[in-house]
């Protein structure tokens, strides 16, 4: 199983960012995407817990490292990649 920090790195090798989704309509976005190219792999957002922080963070330097304002978590997430 790949993890958030494969995930992560793997952007950043791709000069890319993980996805941030801050609304609903950004959120439908990302999950019609998701469906359309990835309909069978599960695959990773940018929330994140790591670096000691209690609270959901958006992935990013600790310039562009921010808390999550939106939730839209899908029954049975967010699980810690089948960790929780």
């Known amino acids: 199983m790949r993890t958030f920090q494969n995930a992560q790195t793997f952007c950043e090798n791709e000069n890319s960012m993980m996805a941030r989704v ?3 309509e950004e ?3 990302v999950r019609t995407l ?4 990835f309909p069978q ?3 990773w ?3 994140n817990r790591i ?3 209690k609270e959901w963070r958006w992935a990013g330097d ?3 490292s921010s808390p999550l304002t939106y939730f839209r978590w899908v029954e049975g997430q967010p ?4 960790e929780s």
């Open 22 to 24: 801050e609304s609903l």
């Open 27 to 29: 959120n439908l976005a």
């Open 34 to 37: 998701i469906s359309k190219e």
């Open 41 to 43: 792999h599960p695959v």
């Open 45 to 47: 957002i940018g929330a």
């Open 51 to 53: 670096g000691g922080h």
């Open 62 to 64: 600790s310039s562009t």
């Open 79 to 82: 699980d810690d990649g089948g």
